[in-house]
């Protein structure tokens, strides 16, 4: 009982989590084709920042009860679909805490000083969109380990 | 493996649909502090609109499909209650979604075009749309409930 309320907790956090992230790109894309002076772009970095920011705090809930689930299966993290989903786990957390994050706070500075047509906005905004692909592709691969279980 | 690849699809199918239905309240909440002349609403509940009839929708329809598909592979009887009973209420929410939640979106977004959001129309609309989501909500979490505990 206690393992499948971690589960179903687990389940929740990840459809949370990942699917606040999966709506960022497609805010922000419809954000910059709105009107030029930025006022959407501002509210839609705004809007995507605080719901990173319950991404995050879900995220590292994910990894408590994640670690839960391994120590109450009776897991060991020999599995490739354990120790492998972790490590890409990691990765991606780190590629948004560390990289996208302070991309989008620098972006949302740029636009309040200097406009929607700067060309540093411009280049962010390309490596921010490059890096949410990754983050999302390695997403997809976790959901993988996940659920096909590879030994 | 084909199991496997039909699991995979269902799972990352839920997290889109149900992911994109629990970001609708936060944006439009957020559009609400917006400034008076509702351009950040209006800019919000057409990104949910977009949201909502091109990705979450069709996510729904094609996790009726999968999950269908599932049973049918895995040769899991139709009598068991996580499988009769989450796939009735997964056709109520899409039913929800559909009949009630879109055509409420699509009013709200006429009415502010046309009487700003300080409206009372707008404001009951905008209460009903987030009474809806609250719903639609608890039916996909007792869904992922069922799907977890497998009852039957």
């Given at each position: 009982m206690l393992?499948n309320?971690?589960?179903?907790?687990?389940?929740?956090?990840?459809i949370?989590?990942v699917?606040?992230?999966m709506?960022?790109?497609?805010?922000?894309?419809r954000?910059?084709?709105?009107d030029?002076?930025?006022r959407?772009?501002?509210?839609a970095l705004?809007t995507v920042?605080?719901m990173s920011?319950?991404?995050n705090?879900?995220f590292?809930l994910l990894?408590i009860?994640?670690?839960?689930?391994?120590?109450?299966?009776?897991f060991?993290?020999?599995p490739m679909?354990?120790?492998g989903?972790a490590?890409?786990?990691?990765?991606?957390?780190s590629?948004?805490?560390?990289?996208?994050g302070?991309?989008?706070?620098r972006?949302?500075a740029i636009?309040?000083?200097?406009?929607?047509?700067?060309?540093e906005?411009i280049?962010?905004?390309?490596?921010s969109?490059m890096l949410?692909?990754l983050?999302?592709?390695?997403t997809?691969?976790?959901?993988?380990l996940?659920?096909?279980?590879p030994v | 493996?084909?199991?496997?690849?039909l699991k995979?699809?269902?799972v990352?199918?839920?997290?889109?649909?149900?992911g994109?239905?629990?970001a609708y309240?936060?944006?439009?909440a957020?559009?609400r502090?917006?400034?008076?002349?509702?351009?950040?609403?209006?800019?919000?509940?057409?990104?949910?609109?977009?949201m909502?009839?091109?990705?979450?929708?069709?996510?729904?329809a094609l996790?009726l499909?999968?999950g269908g598909?599932?049973?049918?592979?895995?040769?899991?009887?139709w009598?068991?209650?996580?499988?009769y009973?989450?796939l009735?209420?997964?056709?109520l929410a899409f039913?929800i979604?559909i009949?009630?939640?879109?055509p409420?979106?699509r009013?709200?977004i006429?009415?502010l075009e046309t009487?700003?959001p300080?409206?009372?129309e707008f404001?009951k609309?905008?209460k009903?749309?987030?009474a809806?989501?609250g719903?639609?909500?608890v039916?996909?979490i007792?869904i992922?409930a069922?799907m977890?505990?497998k009852?039957?």
């Amino acid at each position: 009982m206690l393992y499948n309320t971690l589960k179903f907790l687990h389940i929740l956090l990840a459809i949370l989590a990942v699917g606040f992230v999966m709506t960022f790109g497609l805010i922000l894309s419809r954000a910059e084709k709105a009107d030029t002076d930025g006022r959407e772009l501002k509210f839609a970095l705004q809007t995507v920042g605080f719901m990173s920011m319950i991404a995050n705090i879900c995220f590292v809930l994910l990894v408590i009860v994640g670690v839960g689930l391994v120590q109450l299966g009776g897991f060991t993290w020999a599995p490739m679909w354990i120790h492998g989903s972790a490590g890409l786990f990691l990765i991606a957390f780190s590629i948004g805490i560390f990289i996208l994050g302070p991309i989008g706070k620098r972006r949302l500075a740029i636009l309040q000083s200097r406009g929607p047509s700067d060309p540093e906005f411009i280049k962010l905004s390309k490596r921010s969109a490059m890096l949410g692909a990754l983050a999302g592709l390695i997403t997809l691969v976790i959901i993988w380990l996940m659920v096909a279980k590879p030994v | 493996m084909l199991f496997t690849i039909l699991k995979f699809l269902h799972v990352w199918l839920a997290i889109i649909a149900v992911g994109y239905n629990a970001a609708y309240g936060m944006i439009i909440a957020r559009a609400r502090a917006g400034g008076i002349d509702g351009r950040e609403m209006r800019f919000a509940l057409h990104t949910v609109k977009f949201m909502d009839d091109y990705v979450a929708n069709p996510c729904y329809a094609l996790l009726l499909i999968t999950g269908g598909a599932m049973v049918y592979v895995s040769g899991y009887p139709w009598t068991l209650k996580w499988i009769y009973l989450s796939l009735g209420l997964l056709i109520l929410a899409f039913a929800i979604a559909i009949v009630l939640y879109s055509p409420t979106l699509r009013r709200q977004i006429e009415v502010l075009e046309t009487s700003g959001p300080s409206d009372p129309e707008f404001l009951k609309l905008s209460k009903r749309g987030g009474a809806l989501g609250g719903i639609l909500g608890v039916i996909v979490i007792a869904i992922v409930a069922l799907m977890v505990f497998k009852p039957v």
